[in-house]
Nanobody
Framework: QVQLVESGGGLVQAGGSLRLSCAAS????????MAWFRQTPGKEREFVAAINRSGSNSAYVDFVKGRFTISRDNAKNTVDLQMNSLKPEDTAVYYC???????????????????WGQGTQVTVSS
């Protein structure tokens, strides 16, 4: 099992940047594909970005491509989400998630992620 704790959320003006971090505890962090999802009130949780076990491959939803970057440090058991050029529509609770993977693909499928953090609020003001 792995436990996940997010940090780095907050309030930022449109056009600004934030860096979210997710710290993982437990064994074999490098065995997990990691991802970030987000959710706004009244809407379903949606995929944002994922990164494979080694960090060599990543996937993004279209509306964050070119603005967000996911990265991981397997020595520190962390996965980060650098968010630039933030927009008010990026306002959401952001969740870190882990998927124990044998295929090492940065999957976008929420149901495959069995471990979740508690979420961190990101608010972008216009």
């Amino acid at each position: 099992q792995v436990q996940l704790v997010e940090s780095g959320g907050g309030l930022v003006q449109a056009g600004g940047s934030l860096r979210l971090s997710c710290a993982a505890s437990g064994r074999s962090f490098s065995s997990y594909v990691m991802a970030w999802f987000r959710q706004t009130p009244g809407k379903e949780r949606e995929f944002v970005a994922a990164i494979n076990r080694s960090g060599s491959n990543s996937a993004y939803v279209d509306f964050v491509k070119g603005r967000f970057t996911i990265s991981r440090d397997n020595a520190k058991n962390t996965v980060d989400l650098q968010m630039n050029s933030l927009k008010p529509e990026d306002t959401a609770v952001y969740y870190c998630a882990a998927h124990y993977s044998v295929t090492d693909r940065p999957t976008t499928t929420e149901d495959l992620y069995h471990y979740w953090g508690q979420g961190t609020q990101v608010t972008v003001s216009s």
